[in-house]
């Protein structure tokens, strides 16, 4: 199960880090600290010229990839008029975990069956209930915004390659995963449901968010040095995807 926990994990050192290069970027280191002081983090990971700082390290192939993913994400959301805390954690908690070997294709890490498409997962999910019918449902939710988010160049060459479905029909599945999932007693006593009902209802907003952070990270154009640290999660859905 994917939890909403990246932010969590922040701690002095990403802090710092963050301070050093928005001093770099002209900012005032003494102003930052004192504001970290009295608010915490949040000052640094929300603050307009983060991601930019992020991007123009020369290391930044070396900084931790769950600091970069949530800054870029959540600017992204910013943007897009997400403001939600909660919905950017749980955004680059799915990228993270869905950027490693095939765990976009399972609906849990100790799961061995892959769902290699999402009409597998709605097929499933009317055959299942209990914590497995939960788990398909959140699945389908975290996957349909994967594949609309990240990859909507591969769904629009699949449209015109095969008549595949189109990102409305993406949008439709994720919501409808989310919703499910919120409505599961274990979401509930997980106290899950409402995360998984505003993903539901910003579902559009978090897939155009994403489909940003992909057009500047992980396309392959892509000029920033950043694309050294992203490109494996491209490799990876090549690998599993594009043959079919």
């Known amino acids: 199960m994917i939890l909403p926990d990246v932010r969590v994990s922040f701690g002095r050192d990403d802090a710092a880090r963050l301070v050093q290069l928005l001093t770099r970027e002209g900012e005032d280191q003494g102003r930052l600290e004192s504001l970290v002081s009295e608010r915490g983090i949040?000052?640094?990971?929300?603050?307009?010229?983060?991601?930019?700082?992020?991007?123009?390290?020369?290391?930044?192939?070396?900084?931790?990839?769950?600091?970069?993913?949530?800054?870029?994400?959540?600017?992204s959301l910013i943007d897009g008029g997400v403001e939600s805390r909660l919905m950017a954690d749980y955004v680059t908690s799915i990228f993270l975990h869905?950027?490693?070997?095939?765990?976009?294709?399972?609906?849990?890490?100790?799961?061995d069956?892959?769902?290699?498409?999402?009409?597998?997962?709605?097929?499933?999910?009317?055959?299942?209930?209990?914590?497995?019918g939960f788990l398909l449902s959140a699945h389908l939710g975290n996957f349909a915004l994967w594949l609309s988010g990240l990859f909507p160049d591969w769904i629009s060459h699949r449209?015109?390659?095969?008549?595949?479905?189109?990102?409305?029909?993406?949008?439709?599945?994720?919501?409808?995963g989310f919703s499910l999932a919120a409505d599961a007693p274990f979401?509930?006593?997980?106290?899950?449901?409402?995360?998984?009902?505003?993903?539901?209802?910003?579902?559009?907003?978090?897939?155009?968010?994403?489909?940003?952070?992909s057009d500047r990270f992980l396309?392959?154009?892509?000029?920033?040095?950043?694309?050294?640290?992203?490109?494996?999660?491209?490799?990876?859905?090549?690998?599993?995807?594009?043959?079919?």
């Not at 106290?191 to 940003?212: E, I, P």
Request: glycine share 6%; proline share 4%.
């Open 113 to 132: 069956r892959e769902y290699r498409y999402v009409v597998d997962l709605v097929a499933e999910i009317a055959e299942a209930d209990g914590q497995r």
């Open 219 to 244: 396309t392959p154009g892509a000029t920033s040095p950043v694309d050294r640290v992203l490109r494996q999660v491209v490799d990876d859905f090549e690998a599993h995807w594009l043959q079919a």
């Open 159 to 176: 449209v015109r390659r095969k008549g595949g479905p189109d990102l409305g029909y993406y949008e439709n599945m994720g919501q409808t």
């Open 187 to 213: 979401a509930r006593r997980q106290q899950l449901d409402g995360c998984y009902r505003d993903a539901a209802k910003t579902f559009t907003a978090l897939r155009v968010a994403l489909n940003r952070f």
């Open 42 to 75: 949040d000052v640094l990971l929300d603050h307009p010229g983060a991601a930019r700082a992020l991007v123009a390290e020369p290391g930044v192939s070396r900084l931790p990839l769950a600091l970069f993913s949530y800054v870029a994400l959540r600017r």
């Open 98 to 111: 869905f950027a490693t070997e095939a765990r976009a294709h399972r609906i849990a890490d100790y799961e």
